[in-house]
């Protein structure tokens, strides 16, 4: 299946009704329009994908100006690449109806930053003992060392650290509605990242049963 995609802006989440009252959560993406920048081939590239441009930006650098007027396009803020095997041009537009009701796709966004985070918050440990005899510690990790051997802290143990601000994959999201002329897609479910942050939506690479779509 080949594969395509647009890049957006995440407004926020609503909800909407279907014909028999039931409520359906929604969550509203400013998607496109996005210029095809540049096409990358097999001959050419030793890869098939595509590079998408969205949102306008005055004043580009230099080298990426010339790159912009190569493909006669107006400079963007943000580039893309899509790997499909489908068919594109470079100054292509792309926009909502790429997708149309019913199809499943695929969200890439940045989540939330949550900056340094405790085990609690960031792991979920259930924390010290609130009563017998515990110290001013009740949300410290507890014991991480293995005592004498091997004398170290294994690779990948939970501890506190950076939360979020991570690239997610949300799969399998059902376009709801694809308006073309607003510019508007409406996906049913959560999409990572916050208000305004940039998403990519693309065809889900897994059918909703997990087997390959």
């Known amino acids: 299946m080949a594969t395509k995609g647009i890049l957006g802006e995440k407004i926020g989440m609503t909800q909407i009704f279907t ?3 039931r409520a359906v959560p929604v969550t509203v993406i400013k998607a496109g329009p996005c210029r095809v920048v540049q096409v990358k081939t097999l001959e050419s590239d030793g890869y098939a994908a595509v590079q998408l441009g969205f949102d306008e930006r005055p004043s580009p650098t230099k080298p990426m100006g010339g790159h ?9 803020r943000h580039l893309v690449e899509l790997r499909t095997d489908e068919t594109f041009e470079a100054g292509q537009e792309i ?8 199809e499943r796709t695929d969200v890439i966004g940045v989540s939330k ?8 918050k960031r792991h979920g440990f259930s924390g010290l003992g609130a009563s017998h005899g515990t110290e ?3 949300r410290s990790p507890g014991a991480i060392g293995a005592c004498a051997t091997p004398s170290r802290v294994y690779r990948g143990m939970k501890m506190s650290g950076q939360m979020g601000h991570e690239r997610v994959t949300v799969l399998n999201l059902e376009v709801v509605e694809a308006d073309a002329e607003r510019g508007l897609l409406l ?17 889900t690479v897994k059918s909703p049963e997990g087997s390959p779509a």
Do not use: C, E, Q, Y
Not at 68 to 76: C, E, L, N, R, S
Not at 115 to 120: I, L, P, R
Not at 190 to 203: D, E, F, I, K, Q
């Open 19 to 21: 014909d028999d009252g």
């Open 68 to 76: 912009f007027a190569k493909a006669g396009v107006d400079p963007v």
């Open 95 to 102: 926009r909502a109806d790429v997708f149309s009701p019913g």
């Open 113 to 120: 930053g949550k900056g340094f985070a405790g085990t609690m």
């Open 136 to 138: 001013k510690k009740h």
């Open 187 to 203: 996906l049913k479910g959560a999409v990572p990242g916050p208000n305004g942050g940039l998403v990519m939506v693309r065809s």
